[in-house]
């Protein structure tokens, strides 16, 4: 089992330019989940879904941030424009409706210059 | 979601036993505790959960008092690797939404 797959693994851009993250979650999990985590704020909740479904996006900061997932295997988290504030690790998860545990990835360091 | 207290930092001696501490007052009935680590640049991890029986896995185990309002996360033998962040969460079930607050900084010592 590979694990959750996120791509890039760093991430540096100017500000105002479009970033696109990239999640790849676990086979046969239907639940998958964009976290952002930053000195200040810690851990957050930005937008889950399940079965490719967003089911509360209410955590997505605002309307520069979106979230798609074309299908069960692949996801992706755009800013458009990016900004310095956004610079954070972001971490896709992913989970099987029959179990309690959340897989994590190993993020994405994403710096706005 | 219940909120929770944990002391922001603890230390332990390699090979003894690590006892976290999480405070849960106000939890609900239907609500679990879990507990995840983080460990430096690395995603969470999870680790046990519980509702209100004692719970034991290959990692840990999880003492919930009888009131339930509080938790213990023991690791039975810790190691310089398990030194990272600890956050103990209380959720509706398989809630799928965990709201994590500043946990609690795990260090071993050699």
């Known amino acids: 089992d590979a694990g959750v797959i996120q791509s890039p693994r760093h991430e540096v851009t100017e500000m105002g330019q479009e970033v696109t993250l990239r999640c790849k979650p676990i086979?046969?999990?239907?639940?998958l989940f964009w976290y952002r985590q930053t000195m200040m704020r810690g851990l957050e909740l930005l937008i889950y879904f399940n079965n490719n479904v967003p089911i509360d996006d209410s955590g997505m900061p605002e309307d520069r941030f979106s979230a798609k997932m074309p299908n069960a295997s692949f996801s992706t988290l755009k800013i458009q424009p990016s900004e310095p504030r956004d610079s954070a690790v972001y971490f896709c998860?992913?989970?099987?409706?029959?179990?309690?545990?959340?897989?994590f990835g190993p993020g994405t360091r994403l710096t706005v210059t | 979601d219940a909120k929770t207290t944990q002391p922001p930092s603890m230390d332990c001696a390699e090979g003894r036993a690590a006892n976290l501490p999480c405070n849960h007052s106000?939890?609900?009935?239907?609500?679990?505790v879990y507990w995840y680590r983080q460990i430096h640049s690395q995603g969470p991890q999870y680790i046990i959960h519980?509702?209100?029986n004692n719970e034991t896995n290959e990692m840990a185990s999880l003492i919930i008092t009888e009131d339930r309002k509080s938790s213990t996360l023991i690791l039975p033998h810790a190691t310089l690797r398990d030194t990272a962040v600890y956050y103990c969460?209380?959720?509706?079930?398989?809630?799928?939404?965990?709201?994590f607050g500043k946990g609690i900084t795990l260090s071993v010592r050699p």
């Open positions: 969460i209380v959720t509706i079930g398989a809630n799928s939404k965990l709201t």
């Open positions: 106000t939890i609900s009935g239907n609500e679990y």
């Open positions: 998860a992913s989970r099987r409706t029959e179990t309690y545990e959340q897989y």
């Open positions: 086979s046969g999990h239907d639940y």
């Open positions: 519980g509702l209100k």
